[in-house]
């Protein structure tokens, strides 16, 4: 991670005058990636807790076209042996 992966966050954060902050999320732009909430909104969340969500992993959004679970077990099981053998590597670079 790099300062310019966080240059958007800290220009929306407005460390220097914080009454100035501007949202990206609205109901016209439901993936803005800066949203506000009262507190009002805060504490009539069950809970009251901070583990806000309102963007969507558009990916999941239809449940009904994942794939087979035993697709999803071989590349599970393809993605562990490929890492396995990466470690083989760098345990082989230092022997």
Same mark, same amino acid.
């Given at each position: 991670?790099?300062?310019?992966?966080?240059? /958007?966050?800290?220009?929306?954060?407005? +460390?220097?005058?914080?009454?100035? *902050?501007?949202?990206?999320?609205?109901?016209?732009? +439901?993936?803005?990636?800066?949203?506000?909430?009262?507190?009002?909104?805060?504490?009539?969340?069950?809970?009251?807790?901070?583990?806000?969500?309102?963007?969507?992993?558009?990916?999941?959004? =239809?449940? /009904? =076209?994942?794939?087979? +679970? /035993?697709?999803?077990?071989?590349?599970?099981?393809?993605?562990?042996?490929?890492?396995?053998?990466?470690? *083989?590597?760098?345990?082989?670079?230092?022997?």
């Amino acid at each position: 991670m790099q300062l310019e992966d966080l240059r /958007d966050f800290i220009t929306l954060y407005n +460390p220097s005058n914080r009454h100035k *902050r501007t949202e990206t999320y609205s109901e016209s732009n +439901p993936d803005g990636r800066w949203r506000k909430f009262s507190y009002e909104e805060i504490i009539a969340r069950d809970k009251t807790n901070l583990d806000i969500f309102w963007l969507k992993d558009k990916s999941l959004a =239809n449940l /009904d =076209n994942l794939p087979d +679970p /035993d697709e999803l077990a071989l590349e599970i099981l393809e993605d562990v042996e490929a890492a396995l053998d990466g470690f *083989r590597g760098i345990v082989g670079i230092f022997k």
